[in-house]
């Protein structure tokens, strides 16, 4: 009898690490998390920063946890693999933590003088949050540049991506200590940590850190020429112009090298150097030189673990070309939205982010769980709520969905949305996070745009709190509408939604994106272990391409892209063997069911003119203040 195969995925969210244990045909065994620590400024609310010490702690305790309540051989564990936030960690080349801190872990810390610092006996804070918006002034000279590389991010770079950050550390860093750093975003520093390998993923450089793959083009919209930004995947022109010349200098070792020369980049999953070196093996209570395969950002873990899925029991497997009509939704706090396609589209697009040669193409909505809980705790009604929850055992949520059920027979409302059909709210509170990642993948990508509700009444009963709760979520599936048209307007052809993240079990709101968007939602067996399930799959691809490999390391940029192109079709022929088929959300087919998509087309019309009518205010006021 052949020894059983195992798997971990690790994930690094924003304030936790988690890691799951799966077995070879993608079953969850076990998981855990651990929380992560963010030390905030006192003073300034635009610092968010973590210790990759910390974060390391955090992993090692999960896998530690998930070994001994499965009670099986660390040795069964055949492969890891790695997801993350794209926050920036910086360390000297040697590999210790540099803070980046101006507040840091004591008060001589709150001068620049200090920043840099390097404390092998403490934590030290030496990574920049995805959420830290420090750099505001760099990303705003970037963008003033209009160089090409700004084709490959929307157009306009976010200040929570990798090199404005890094930017922002040359202006504020001794240039000596700058010299010496080693900048990676956090899924790269991960893979690095547990082999001591160098290499970069292509994930985390394209999406995060300006790199273009060589051969990838940008098209310009005034004449349709093509232009390619650089032969070796940085454009020096780029780099120079904005004020990191030394990066070009030395040949951007600090950002992981130019490929081929100083440099390697990974596809997703490719095994990463000799796997898990002896120091990180013990930490993690696994076997030295068990595969680990290359990392990626977690939505795209969220991407990996969702779109191989069947689409229900007894149905044919899909093939890669099919991941193309697929829209992955990775929804918690926020939602990213993630497509692939033979061509870059939108939102990035990103080459070779997943599979080589493939685009991957990113809408987004900067707040959505966040939403729903402001929303709901914001009414004056919430306390009532809340203590209605205690006293009968339900969750505010069901409760809420009770009061709905209740409020359309009093209305006699057909459907819920008849019974909100005068109440339209436009969803952008959080204006002025359309600066960041998930606003500049939204059709609008307007940092001044704001909330707006029309039809308000004097009530403040709980009835109208569920009448609020219940045209957020309305709020929520029209705007991810808007998303998908968008990106249908620009050549996808996206004809269902596979869900991952907390979100996925709200079923109201997946009820109504089915029936707004009219194409099936497929929610996950296990929606919140997607992602971690998605890193777990790296490591199984890593493992299978180390065995016929017979465990030779890659080691040269021209080796890894013919074993990338060669090999892709098993990456998703892991996501299809481990991905299980979902449950599948179809929209109402029936008279009532017509009904309400007639009023929901309506209520999408209105909700488009609300951004217009927005616009058209704001310029009116500009006209006179």
Not at 322 to 347: M, P
Not at 450 to 459: F, P, R
Not at 557 to 565: D, F, L, P
Not at 585 to 603: A, N, W
Request: net charge negative.
């Amino acid at each position: 009898m052949s020894e059983m195969e195992y798997y971990i995925g690790f994930d690094v969210g924003t304030g936790s690490g988690r890691a799951c244990l799966v077995d070879k045909n993608g079953k969850l065994i076990a998981e855990h998390s651990e929380a992560t620590l963010t030390h905030r400024s006192p003073t300034d609310h635009r610092i968010f920063e973590q210790s990759t010490t910390n974060i390391w702690l955090s992993l090692s305790k999960c896998c530690q946890t998930i070994l001994k309540s499965s009670g099986i051989d660390p040795a069964q564990v055949k492969g890891i693999g790695f997801d993350a936030t794209c926050s920036l960690a910086v360390v000297n080349k040697q590999g210790r933590p540099v803070s980046v801190s101006r507040t840091g872990l004591t008060e001589e810390d709150e001068s620049d003088v200090n920043l840099g610092r390097e404390d092998e006996e403490r934590d030290v804070w030496n990574v920049i949050l995805w959420a830290d918006h420090r750099a505001e002034e760099e990303a705003e000279k970037i963008n003033s540049t209009g160089e090409g590389v700004l084709g490959f991010v929307g157009k306009t770079m976010s200040l929570e991506m990798e090199i404005p950050k890094t930017l922002w550390l040359s202006k504020h860093m001794k240039s000596d200590k700058f010299k010496n750093l080693m900048i990676f975003d956090l899924p790269d520093w991960l893979t690095y940590n547990a082999t001591t390998s160098l290499a970069r993923s292509a994930c985390s450089l394209t999406c995060k850190c300006s790199f273009v793959p060589p051969g990838a083009k940008m098209v310009h919209e005034c004449d349709g020429n093509k232009e390619e930004i650089s032969k070796d995947g940085w454009s020096a022109r780029f780099f120079n112009r904005i004020g990191l010349e030394q990066m070009v200098q030395n040949d951007f070792e600090q950002l992981g090298g130019i490929p081929g020369k100083n440099g390697l980049v990974l596809t997703a999953g490719q095994p990463v150097g000799k796997g898990l070196s002896k120091a990180a093996a013990e930490s993690l209570g696994l076997v030295e030189g068990t595969a680990v395969g290359s990392g990626v950002i977690d939505a795209y873990a969220g991407w990996i673990g969702t779109v191989a899925a069947a689409k229900g029991q007894g149905q044919p497997k899909p093939t890669l070309e099919d991941a193309s009509s697929r829209l992955a939704a990775i929804a918690g706090t926020s939602t990213c939205h993630i497509a692939q396609s033979k061509e870059g589209i939108l939102w990035g697009p990103y080459r070779d982010a997943v599979f080589p040669g493939l685009w991957m193409n990113e809408g987004g909505q900067s707040s959505t769980g966040q939403l729903i809980d402001f929303m709901m705790q914001t009414h004056p009604a919430y306390p009532k709520l809340v203590e209605l929850s205690k006293k009968s055992g339900k969750s505010t949520f069901e409760l809420l969905g009770d009061r709905l059920e209740e409020m359309m027979k009093e209305r006699d409302a057909p459907t819920l949305t008849h019974l909100t059909k005068d109440l339209h709210f436009y969803p952008d509170l959080h204006g002025e996070l359309q600066l960041s990642n998930r606003g500049n993948r939204s059709p609008l990508a307007d940092p001044r745009m704001k909330g707006s509700i029309v039809g308000l009444t004097l009530d403040d009963s709980l009835s109208d709190l569920a009448a609020k709760f219940n045209v957020t979520l309305e709020a929520i599936a029209l705007q991810t509408r808007h998303i998908v048209d968008e990106m249908n307007a620009k050549g996808h052809k996206i004809d269902s939604i596979y869900m991952s993240g907390s979100q996925a079990k709200n079923g109201p709101l997946m009820r109504l994106l089915s029936t707004v968007l009219q194409m099936p939602v497929i929610i996950p067996p296990a929606p919140s272990a997607a992602v971690v399930l998605g890193a777990a799959m790296l490591g199984k691809y890593a493992y299978d391409i180390s065995l016929e490999r017979q465990n030779e390391e890659i080691t040269s940029q021209s080796e890894a892209k013919a074993a990338s192109e060669k090999d892709k079709n098993k990456l998703w022929d892991v996501m299809v063997s481990m991905t299980h088929p979902g449950v599948t959300v179809s929209p109402r087919s029936d008279e009532l069911g017509e009904r309400e998509r007639k009023l929901l087309d309506v209520k999408y019309r209105i909700f488009r003119e609300a951004v217009e009518v927005q616009r058209k205010w704001r310029e009116m006021i500009a006209g006179v203040a």
